[in-house]
């Protein structure tokens, strides 16, 4: 499991690592059941406070998206993917209207972004 | 007892000393069981003080302490870490001595891991302690405080004197020791930095009073750097502003995010900042 923690970029780190586990999970890159690493080997291994990984414990809890199991730790708890795919199906809709918008403003047709859209897939 | 059941490792409430010329002034501290606190303030802000009250090694005027979960005994300092500016060994005795008085000293000791940190620190075996230098002195001091199986050290200024690496290093080593949730370190320091990177809490002392004590990361995360005219400053809310610096073109100021408009631009703050910033702003 591989979490980056960027110091400079004012999101609270708790935030960052809340948001960086629920994208492990939601892509399914961890999987229902996979144990996580404590709250205090986290902390101790990323150099981070342990007040802080365990809030971002508890709100990943909080959520549903992980479990605890006492004296064992915790885990990914089942995830009800269509759910989560409505959730991301819907903000995708909600970047669509956005660019639609800006698109607009630019004086472009849906030809230009779809050629837009073509070329940034190439680059990757 | 099970000391790692203790939800607090210290417990400091309205301690006050009163010498001429400087109060403790009713200092309440706690520190949780398993976390680390750093204590930051000027010279004679009552750092020492506080430490040797917590230790017993001066009386204090009111007010109370409990370690571990006790009042300050002889035998509760087997469980107790120190490393203080005074490094207590007598000058004519080596690591081979220190060795030998120690085991005696501490029904936990654990000599190899005493071992193991003389030679992580290239401490050398037959010099005289008289000769060590500082940063020597300094070291042995830690190896010491880690190898009797210490629930709780309390550090005064443990790393002065020593040079970047070995400052890199030794945080590294009280890293790892709270990797044990029933571990806890209170420590106090002039290098901000090394405890901004260590530390879970924080806590400001400056003239005798406690100006903060809260959550490093919660300091962080709420207070930023603006930049702005005395007269946008002016239109902020007092409370905002946790001190300032008029320069010749513009004023900086540290302030809480939480309490300006979402539109200013602001920039991170290092816990140094923060100290230097509020304690001008006492003054």
């Not at chain 2, 005493?114 to 001091?141: Q, T």
């Not at chain 2, 945080?171 to 420590?187: A, C, K, V, W, Y």
């Not at chain 2, 002016?234 to 409370?239: A, G, I, K, V």
Request: glycine fraction near 6%; aromatic fraction near 6%.
């Amino acid at each position: 499991m591989n979490i980056f923690i960027d110091n400079r970029s004012g999101a609270p780190i708790y935030d960052q690592i809340y948001n960086q586990i629920k994208d492990l999970i939601i892509s399914g890159e961890l999987r229902e059941n996979d144990p996580l690493p404590s709250i205090r080997s986290l902390a101790k291994d990323m150099r981070i406070s342990v007040v802080t990984t365990k809030r971002a414990y508890d709100e990943l809890e909080r959520e549903g998206l992980i479990y605890t199991l006492p004296a064992k730790g915790c885990f990914v708890a089942p995830q009800n993917t269509e759910i989560l795919r409505e959730q991301n199906l819907k903000k995708i809709e909600e970047h669509m209207v956005e660019i639609k918008k800006l698109a607009a403003s630019c004086k472009l047709t849906k030809e230009d972004i779809i050629v837009m859209f073509d070329i940034l897939d190439e680059q990757e | 007892m099970n000391r790692s059941d203790l939800m607090n490792a210290l417990e400091i409430k309205d301690l006050t000393k009163e010498y001429k010329g400087f109060k403790l002034d009713n200092l309440s501290l706690t520190l949780p069981t398993g976390c680390i606190m750093g204590l930051i303030g000027e010279n004679g802000a009552g750092k020492s003080t506080t430490i040797n009250s917590i230790l017993g090694l001066k009386k204090y005027d009111h007010g109370t302490i409990k370690v571990l979960g006790q009042d300050m005994n002889a035998e509760l300092k087997q469980d107790i870490g120190v490393v203080l500016d005074e490094v207590g060994i007598p000058q004519a005795l080596n690591i081979k001595n220190v060795r030998s008085v120690m085991k005696n000293i501490y029904s936990n000791w654990d000599d190899k891991a005493f071992g193991d940190y003389v030679k992580k620190f290239s401490l050398p075996d037959n010099k005289k302690f008289s000769d060590f230098s500082k940063g020597m002195k300094m070291k042995l001091a830690i190896a010491i405080a880690l190898s009797h199986n210490a629930k709780l050290l309390i550090l005064d200024e443990p790393t002065s004197g020593l040079d970047p690496l070995v400052r890199d290093e030794i945080i590294d080593i009280l890293n790892d020791f709270t990797r044990d949730e029933g571990h806890s370190i209170l420590i106090s320091s002039h290098i901000v930095s090394d405890l901004e990177k260590l530390c879970d809490y924080i806590a400001f002392l400056h003239k005798g009073k406690l100006m903060l004590c809260e959550e490093k990361d919660v300091l962080l995360e709420r207070y930023r750097f603006i930049n702005a005219t005395e007269e946008q400053l002016s239109e902020l809310d007092p409370d905002a502003i946790k001190g300032k610096k008029t320069g010749k073109f513009s004023t900086e100021a540290i302030v809480d995010q939480e309490l300006i408009p979402a539109n200013f631009r602001t920039a991170p703050i290092t816990i140094e900042d923060l100290f230097v910033f509020m304690a001008k702003e006492e003054n």
